[in-house]
């Protein structure tokens, strides 16, 4: 039982805050009709993971797995976009497709080539565990979150725009082009953050069901983008509190609770108005 | 000496007035269009005066969409040359779009981002920023102004995808003002809006030509609506089939040469009427 003013818990605790800190770009990723890409990023940042984990092996001792995962996801997302691009706007979901299809076989090919021990510490990029995040871990994802968020505050407006009216946009002088390039740079960044924090595996507990749950429930962009952070907060938080207490794997607990509030705000729209109960 | 005077103020009226009718809003010049090794516009020439009422019209797939964004400087062409007011579009699309405002076809814009549309009239000034783009209050006053303008103030704090299409496609016309363009482009305004809000926007599109002084340009499969404001009508497909007053070329054989023999042209109380059976999605 770990007791709430250890470490170890308060760095959970911060983690899974700087993990929420991205569900507003997760919900961006809805706006621009992209949701899955923000799951596939993560995917793409355990690619890169392995490949970092794998020239450790190799002895290649300066290898830093977590940047090569940042700029493999990165790379992953622009490509993305730049498949969608060229290959028109309903080809962007095969392109996510071929990208994330890309991801797991590296990471499939270079696992099974690793020893026990290098495995495991690739595998907390699959399943993290919140509770194992070690400050120097957390000081990483701090600054990707910074550097996030600034991202986020500056281009705020063209980031929406972008979402809203792509075409409108270029007619006004604005280079829209530029602007959705860095909104799927951004998500490539988040993509790192939440496979180094949560696991890639539970990324849609925090990108994807959060932004679906505020989605129901906004009417405007900005507090559908805050509403996004504070559901992934809160939820996880009481997922973790309900994982020491009972003692279960806390990245499971915290993603089960987002995900079936999302199903229950789905299928409530599926019933007629007077069967709701709430 | 009286006389004299009246006879030069009248001469000056005259002189001004020729100044105004030499301005051209729009000269397309030899103007085609490629794309995916496709020629989609074939050889396209016009010249627009200023202020005009002019409408393009055309089958689905006749290139309309594309030669508004050819305008604009969004798609680059294979050959010709594009003028707004004179300014080289092609050599220099910045300064040539601060004089345009766009309304883009309205199945383009995305519903899902929940925009207010005081927020969605914004954008057709803060986009024109350099960074970092903020709309300040000066901004504001000048978007409720232009949504007083189109008749929607009441709706400036409702969310833009709550709006009937016609509603719509007025605070998207607000959009294309705020900025103050001398001209205005119009993709199909009148697609899934219902006939009264059709005649509304129809109405203040000549009012802006004839008390603000803005050209409109507009390209629409079906413009039954604004026949009698149009000073030009085009008839495109792939390439310009006619041009002329409305009624001189809305006719029967025209229309035939351009949708094909589905159309059906009605006469009723001197206004045609072509039924073409030709509809978006
Ligand atoms: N980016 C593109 N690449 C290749 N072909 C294109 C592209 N955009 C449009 N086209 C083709 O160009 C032709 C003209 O398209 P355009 O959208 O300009 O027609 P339109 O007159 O606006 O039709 P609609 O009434 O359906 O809006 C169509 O055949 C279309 O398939
Ligand atoms: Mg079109």
Known sequence: ?278 | MGNQFLTKVKLMRYEQKMITTIQKSLEIENLSVELDHKLILDNISLSLPHPVFAAIMGPNGAGKTTLLKTILGIIKPTSGKVHLFGKDVLGNPTEARKLVGYVPQRDRIVRYVPLKVTDVVLMGLVSRKEIPRIAINKDMNLSLEALKYVGMSEYASELFSNLSGGQQQRVLIARALVSKPKILLLDEPFNAVDASAQTFIAELLNRLKNENKISVLLVSHDINMVVEYIDILMFLNKKMIAMGKAHEIFRDDILKMVYGEGVRVITEKGRCYALTGDTHG
């Open chain 1, 1 to 278: 039982m770990v007791s709430l003013l250890d470490p170890l818990f308060l760095k959970a605790l911060f983690g899974l805050f700087l993990a929420s800190l991205m569900a507003p770009i997760g919900a961006l990723a809805t706006l621009r009709g992209i949701s899955y890409l923000s799951a596939e990023v993560s995917h793409a940042a355990l690619g890169g993971a392995s490949l970092g984990f794998f020239l450790i092996y190799l002895g290649f001792s300066y290898s830093n797995p977590f940047l090569i995962a940042l700029f493999f996801s990165i790379g992953v997302s622009l490509l993305t976009a730049y498949l969608g691009r060229i290959s028109g706007p309903e080809a962007t979901g095969s392109a996510i497709g071929s990208t994330l299809a890309l991801s797991m076989a590296i990471y499939a090919l270079v696992r099974g080539l690793l020893p026990g021990e290098i495995k495991a510490m690739l595998d907390t990029y699959l399943i993290g565990d919140v509770l194992l995040l070690t400050s120097s871990d957390l000081v990483q994802i701090s600054i990707v979150v910074i550097i996030s968020l600034v991202m986020l505050a500056l281009f705020y407006n063209e980031f929406i725009y972008v979402c809203f009216d792509y075409e409108g946009l270029e007619t006004m002088g604005l280079n829209a082009k530029l602007y959705d390039y860095l909104l799927f740079a951004l998500l490539g960044l988040s993509g790192v953050i939440e496979a180094k924090s949560i696991g890639a595996f539970l990324v849609f507990a925090f990108m994807i069901a959060p932004a679906g749950i505020a989605k129901e429930i906004t009417k405007s962009v900005s507090s559908f983008l805050f509403l996004s952070f504070l559901i992934a907060l809160l939820s996880s938080i009481f997922g973790l509190f309900v994982s020491i207490l009972f003692n279960l794997p806390t990245s499971g607990v915290v993603a089960i609770l987002p995900s079936s509030i999302y199903l229950i705000v789905v299928l409530k729209k599926m019933l007629p108005l007077e069967k709701r109960l709430f």
